[in-house]
C-alpha cells in the first residue's frame, strides 16, 4: 500500500544531495546496569536487531515512478533487513569521547538509500569508562526534532528495574496489527492523486489570510525587525558552499546555571541558549579574524501546536515553523547581547502568533527559501544569506530514564547543516542538563570543537553579568 508524501517531507527528500544529506542524528550515552557482565553490549544489541515486529514508520522507502506520476509516495520495503539498520560497532583504543565523536561525523557523513527504510541505528562499545553509547540517524522527511525525543521517551522507562522495553522501531505491543498487502499491483494515480487533492484543498483554506501575513512579514523585515524572513544577514565564513563531511562536537551544562541567569534577567532558558550561541560565536570568528560589523542572525525553528497542525507525533512528521532571530554578535557586552535576543524573540513569536500554523509552515519555508535557491542558481556570495545559522532548541526528558536497566546519562543531537549554513547548533533538555550538539560542515567549520569552551565561557561571563 502507498501513501502520498506531505509536502514538507518532500521538500526535505528533493532538496537532498551528496553534499547535504537531509538527516538528524542523535547520541545517546548509557550507563550499564549493576552486575552488567562482559558481553553486556552485544546483548543490547541482539535485543535491538531481534524484534518481533517493525513498526509502520520504519518499513517505508520514498518510491516514485510512472505509476504514480512522478510523485513522491511512501512504499513499504518488501525486502527488509534488519541488520542493514541495526549494527555494533566499537571504538578504537583510547576509546575517549574524541573518538566517539570522530566516529559520529563520520557515520552522520553518509546519506541514507532511498530503496530502503530511511534510519540506521549503531550500538557502540569501547569507551573507557565503560558507557555504551547508541547513534542513531532518520531522515528528516520521516521525523523533525521534537518527534524524535517522543519515539525516544517511548521506549524509555522512568524504573531502573524495568526490564521489556522495546527498541524505538519496534510495534508497540497492544498495537492494532496491520493488514498485511500484496505488492500494490493494481494501484491506481487516481487514488494517489485525491488524496494529494484533498491535502491541497486543505492547506489552501488555511492560508486564504496569507496575503495580509505576507504585507506584515515584509514590513518587519525591511525595518530589519525580527520575522520569519531575514534581509539584514552578513555574509560571514559559515556562509558557503560544504561537502558532505560532517564534524560533530558535544557538551551539557546544568539547566539550574541557565534557568537562574534567566531568572536574574527577566529572559526565557531559550534565550540564555542564543546567547550563549552568540558570545561563543562572536569568540570563535574574533580568533578567526572574520566577524562581520553587523550581527548575525539565527534561524530558530519554533514547533507548533500538535493538536492545531496535526504533523508532530511520535508516529513521526514535521511541525516546524521559524523566526530569524539577530543574535547581538557586533555587541562587545554579554548583558547586552541577551536583552537584545530576547527583544528579538519576543518580537518574533509576536509576529507568528497572528498566523494560523499553516500560514507559519508557508511564511518559514518562504523565509528560508533564499538559503535552496541561492546555491542552485549558482549566486553563491552575490546575494545575501537569509540567515547565518541555525540554532534549535528541542526539550526532552526532565527525569532521569532507562532503557531495561541502563541510565541514560546524556542525549545529544546531531542536526543538518545546509549549502550556506554550515554549522547547525541543536539542544535538547535532559534530567536536568541542557545538552548542546553542534553539527558543522568539516571543511568550512575549522576547529569545530573549540566552539565547546567558547561555550562554556560565554555561560561563565553571563552568570557575572547577571549576578547570579
Given at each position: 500500500m502507498v501513501n502520498p508524501i506531505?509536502?514538507?517531507?518532500?521538500?526535505?527528500?528533493?532538496?537532498?544531495?551528496?553534499?547535504?544529506?537531509?538527516?538528524?542524528?542523535?547520541l545517546q550515552l548509557f550507563e550499564k546496569p549493576e552486575g552488567a557482565g562482559r558481553g553486556y553490549v552485544r546483548e543490547m544489541y541482539e535485543q535491538m536487531r531481534d524484534v518481533e515486529e517493525i513498526a509502520p514508520l520504519f518499513l517505508q522507502h520514498p518510491h516514485r515512478s510512472l505509476r504514480t506520476a512522478g510523485q513522491l509516495v511512501w512504499q513499504p520495503d518488501e525486502q527488509f533487513d534488519i541488520e542493514h539498520h541495526v549494527r555494533h560497532s566499537a571504538l578504537p583504543k583510547p576509546g575517549r569521547v574524541r573518538e566517539l565523536f570522530e566516529l559520529c561525523s563520520r557515520l552522520h557523513s553518509t546519506r541514507l538509500a532511498w530503496e530502503r527504510p530511511l534510519w540506521e541505528a549503531t550500538i557502540i562499545e569501547g569507551l573507557r569508562d565503560g558507557r555504551v553509547a547508541m547513534y542513531t540517524k532518520t531522515h528528516h522527511a520521516l521525523v523533525d526534532g521534537v518527534s524524535a525525543m517522543r519515539l525516544l521517551a517511548s521506549v524509555l522507562s522512568t524504573d531502573p528495574d524495568e526490564r521489556d522495553m522495546p527498541a524505538p522501531w519496534a510495534k508497540r505491543p497492544g498495537a492494532p496489527r496491520p493488514v498485511q498487502h500484496d505488492p500494490p499491483a493494481d494501484v491506481s494515480l487516481a487514488d494517489v492523486s485525491a488524496q494529494t487533492v484533498r491535502t491541497a484543498l486543505a492547506i489552501a483554506s488555511e492560508a486564504a489570510g496569507m496575503p495580509g501575513a505576507l504585507v506584515r512579514t515584509l514590513n518587519r523585515s525591511v525595518r530589519n525587525e525580527t520575522?520569519?524572513?531575514?534581509?539584514?544577514?552578513?555574509?560571514?565564513?559559515?556562509?558557503?558552499?560544504?561537502?558532505?563531511?560532517?564534524?560533530?562536537?558535544?557538551?551539557?551544562?546544568?539547566?539550574?546555571?541557565?534557568?537562574?541567569?534567566?531568572?536574574?534577567?527577566?529572559?526565557?532558558?531559550?534565550?540564555?541558549?542564543?546567547?550563549m550561541v552568540s558570545g561563543a560565536i562572536r569568540a570563535y570568528l574574533l580568533e578567526l579574524d572574520a566577524l562581520p560589523e553587523t550581527t548575525l542572525v539565527s534561524m530558530v525553528p519554533v514547533g507548533l501546536k500538535a493538536k492545531e497542525s496535526h504533523l508532530a507525533s511520535s508516529d513521526g512528521g514535521n511541525a516546524v515553523g521559524s523566526?530569524?532571530?539577530?543574535?547581538?554578535?557586533?555587541?562587545?557586552?554579554?548583558?547586552?547581547?541577551?536583552?537584545?535576543?530576547?527583544?528579538?524573540?519576543?518580537?518574533?513569536?509576536?509576529?507568528?502568533?497572528?498566523?494560523?500554523?499553516?500560514?507559519?509552515?508557508?511564511?518559514?519555508?518562504l523565509g528560508q527559501a533564499p538559503a535552496i535557491l541561492a546555491p542552485v542558481l549558482r549566486?553563491?556570495?552575490?546575494?545575501?544569506?537569509?540567515?547565518?545559522?541555525?540554532?534549535?532548541?528541542?526539550?526532552?526528558?526532565?527525569?532521569?530514564?532507562?532503557?531495561?536497566?541502563?541510565?541514560?546519562?546524556?542525549?545529544?543531537?546531531?542536526?543538518?547543516?545546509?549549502?550556506?549554513?554550515?554549522?547547525?547548533?541543536?539542544?535538547?533538555?535532559?534530567?536536568?542538563?541542557?545538552?548542546?550538539?553542534?553539527?558543522?560542515?568539516r571543511r568550512t567549520v575549522p576547529r569545530l570543537q573549540l566552539m565547546l569552551g567558547h561555550l562554556d565561557a560565554e555561560l561563565t561571563a553571563l552568570e557575572r553579568a547577571a549576578g547570579v
Open positions: 506531505d509536502p514538507t517531507a518532500t521538500g526535505f527528500l528533493l532538496a537532498e544531495n551528496r553534499n547535504m544529506p537531509m538527516h538528524v542524528g542523535g520575522s520569519a524572513l531575514s534581509l539584514y544577514a552578513p555574509r560571514t565564513i559559515l556562509n558557503q558552499n560544504i561537502t558532505g563531511s560532517r564534524r560533530f562536537a558535544a557538551q551539557d551544562w546544568p539547566i539550574e546555571r541557565l534557568r537562574a541567569v534567566g531568572r536574574a534577567s527577566g529572559t526565557t532558558i531559550n534565550d540564555v541558549v542564543l546567547a523566526v530569524m532571530v539577530q543574535l547581538g554578535t557586533h555587541l562587545s557586552d554579554p548583558a547586552d547581547r541577551l536583552a537584545a535576543i530576547h527583544r528579538s524573540m519576543s518580537d518574533g513569536k509576536q509576529g507568528l502568533s497572528a498566523m494560523t500554523p499553516t500560514q507559519v509552515l508557508a511564511m518559514s519555508a549566486m553563491q556570495g552575490i546575494v545575501r544569506p537569509p540567515y547565518n545559522l541555525i540554532v534549535s532548541n528541542v526539550p526532552g526528558p526532565r527525569t532521569t530514564h532507562y532503557w531495561n536497566g541502563a541510565r541514560l546519562v546524556g542525549t545529544y543531537p546531531l542536526s543538518i547543516p545546509i549549502n550556506g549554513m554550515a554549522l547547525n547548533i541543536t539542544c535538547t533538555s535532559y534530567d536536568g542538563k541542557m545538552c548542546f550538539g553542534l553539527t558543522g560542515c
